[in-house]
């Protein structure tokens, strides 16, 4: 792993590392229903993510294989290669290539229609730690028509800065409820709530907030962040899914999020899957994000260590975004591979737009004055390409 | 505190409906083909789906409920 010369900036990387495991135990856990023990599988993945001067691409490998009726383990290697000139980055230092990689274990155990799960995972990068643990109960009940889950997670981060030697600690406990009910012979719905409770060292040690600043010769100067040392957030989310009168189907979801620093989000998506014969599925869709600012955000504070806590990381500030997405998946099932019950290659491609209402390019603006910068927007191209084999 | 409210009357309503002893499966197991069909899982892309959501967290302030699982038939 190398690094040039940077001391601000990596806000996509630092909020990926603090929430990253999380997800990725919430997310692979919740992909198992309960009744039966998740299908023997290779599921692998090439990721990339283009936009904002940032590049960031890697492998994803699940490989998962039962032991037994009761069994069934799992294992994931993930890998982030990121290459960085993001706005952050070049207001206040250079462009730097960074890797992270993650791995993980972990067990599911089913006892009728109860399943267990448990998983590790870590996480190592040059100047951050993480380590997570996941535990998770899901039962069907009411003629199979509703699942219940409940998740416990707790994580450990280490997290450094390049140059000095100690590092600061930030802990995170997560707790889930999450429920799936069949509501007619077409239509699905779900509710997952979830409360995460964060402990420590929140904040990026490199991102800096800029104040004004009359004797600077652009007219402001920057300083440290200082974020407060914990936080609280609640989100919940509801969605529909319904089978079309032809074989087609339409979701919809909505997700209200609320945290302790004064942040409130709103997320709407609608996806359409569209089967073409046996083997090709086409899919469509499209999401929009919106959210307001932390109660220590700004983008120009009005002179040094104006107040306690402050920030200036455009993830805190009052934005939008929305994404749309397109994707297409080839399928062969059982008998034509040897060996493999099912092959699924998926490419799924999005368009991602952000806007922000608070957050100032400072590089584009460079001769604007001070305050009159033009607000910050970028896009991105995400690109995931997949193939799945169960055998 | 909307968040806890809504949460509140959500559950309150769960706890409610566990009241109605009549209350029976509606969804006959022959009954759940189309619940079957792949279509209708709500996680049908892996680590795919997962990946999709690091990118939103990395980017957005939000966090968890991201869900992404279950649908089927609840004919195991």
Do not use: C, W
């Given at each position: 792993?190398?690094?040039?010369?940077?001391?601000?900036?990596?806000?996509?990387?630092?909020?990926?590392?603090?929430?990253?495991?999380?997800?990725?135990?919430?997310?692979?856990?919740?992909?198992?229903?309960?009744?039966?023990?998740?299908?023997?599988?290779?599921?692998?993945?090439?990721?990339?993510?283009?936009?904002?001067?940032?590049?960031?691409?890697?492998?994803?490998?699940?490989?998962?294989?039962?032991?037994?009726?009761?069994?069934?383990?799992?294992?994931?290697?993930?890998?982030?290669?990121?290459?960085?000139?993001?706005?952050?980055?070049?207001?206040?230092?250079?462009?730097?290539?960074?890797?992270?990689?993650?791995?993980?274990?972990?067990?599911?155990?089913?006892?009728?229609?109860?399943?267990?799960?448990?998983?590790?995972?870590?996480?190592?990068?040059?100047?951050?730690?993480?380590?997570?643990?996941?535990?998770?109960?899901?039962?069907?009940?009411?003629?199979?028509?509703?699942n219940l889950s409940l998740g416990y997670a707790r994580g450990w981060d280490d997290v450094g800065e390049l140059g000095k030697s100690e590092t600061e600690d930030a802990d995170r406990q997560i707790y889930q409820l999450g429920m799936t009910q069949v509501l007619t012979k077409n239509s699905l719905f779900g509710f997952n709530v979830?409360?995460?409770?964060?402990?420590?060292?929140?904040?990026?040690?490199?991102?800096?907030?800029?104040?004004?600043?009359?004797?600077?010769?652009?007219?402001?100067?920057?300083?440290?962040?200082n974020y407060p040392e914990t936080r609280t957030s609640t989100a919940i989310a509801m969605r529909a899914l319904y089978y079309l009168p032809y074989r087609a189907s339409i979701k919809g979801e909505y997700r209200y999020f609320s945290d302790s620093w004064g942040i409130d989000a709103h997320t709407y998506e609608l996806l359409y899957v569209h089967p073409i014969g046996a083997k090709w599925t086409l899919e469509g869709r499209y999401r929009y994000y919106s959210q307001t600012e932390a109660d220590f955000y700004q983008d120009l504070f009005p002179f040094l260590?104006?107040?306690?806590?402050?920030?200036?990381?455009?993830?805190?500030?009052?934005?939008?975004?929305?994404?749309?997405?397109?994707?297409?998946?080839?399928?062969?099932?059982?008998?034509?591979?040897?060996?493999?019950?099912?092959?699924?290659?998926?490419?799924?491609?999005?368009?991602?737009?952000?806007?922000?209402?608070?957050f100032r390019d400072v590089v584009a603006g460079e001769n604007s004055p001070v305050g009159s910068e033009p607000l910050y927007e970028f896009d991105a191209w995400v690109t995931r390409a997949s193939v799945t084999l169960e055998y | 505190m909307k968040a806890y409210l809504l949460l509140t009357i959500l559950l309150a309503s769960l706890v409610g409906m566990s009241g109605c002893a009549d209350l029976k499966p509606w969804v006959k197991p022959y009954e759940r083909s189309n619940l079957a069909d792949p279509i209708m899982s709500l996680g049908r892309h892996g680590v795919a789906g997962s990946y999709v959501h690091h990118v939103y967290q990395a980017r957005e302030g939000a966090r968890g409920a991201e869900g992404g699982a279950g649908g089927g038939c609840g004919c195991n």
């Open positions: 792993m190398v690094v040039i010369n940077f001391r601000e900036g990596m806000p996509f990387f630092k909020v990926f590392f603090t929430l990253l495991i999380t997800v990725n135990l919430m997310a692979q856990s919740f992909n198992i229903q309960a009744g039966t023990l998740p299908v023997d599988t290779v599921d692998s993945l090439y990721h990339r993510y283009e936009g904002g001067g940032m590049t960031i691409d890697g492998p994803f490998i699940l490989v998962r294989k039962s032991v037994g009726n009761q069994f069934s383990l799992s294992g994931h290697y993930y890998v982030d290669s990121v290459s960085s000139a993001s706005v952050d980055v070049l207001a206040t230092a250079s462009a730097y290539t960074e890797e992270r990689t993650e791995v993980s274990a972990g067990v599911d155990y089913l006892n009728e229609k109860t399943l267990m799960s448990f998983k590790y995972t870590n996480s190592e990068e040059n100047d951050f730690t993480a380590n997570s643990a996941f535990f998770s109960v899901s039962q069907d009940f009411f003629g199979d028509l509703t979830e409360t995460i409770t964060d402990e420590g060292f929140l904040r990026n040690p490199y991102r800096q907030v800029r104040y004004l600043d009359t004797t600077a010769s652009r007219g402001y100067s920057y300083q440290s962040e260590d104006a107040q306690e806590f402050k920030a200036r990381d455009k993830e805190l500030s009052t934005y939008t975004d929305s994404t749309l997405g397109a994707g297409v998946s080839y399928e062969l099932g059982q008998g034509v591979i040897p060996y493999i019950d099912r092959f699924k290659f998926t490419l799924l491609v999005d368009y991602l737009k952000f806007e922000y209402d608070n | -």
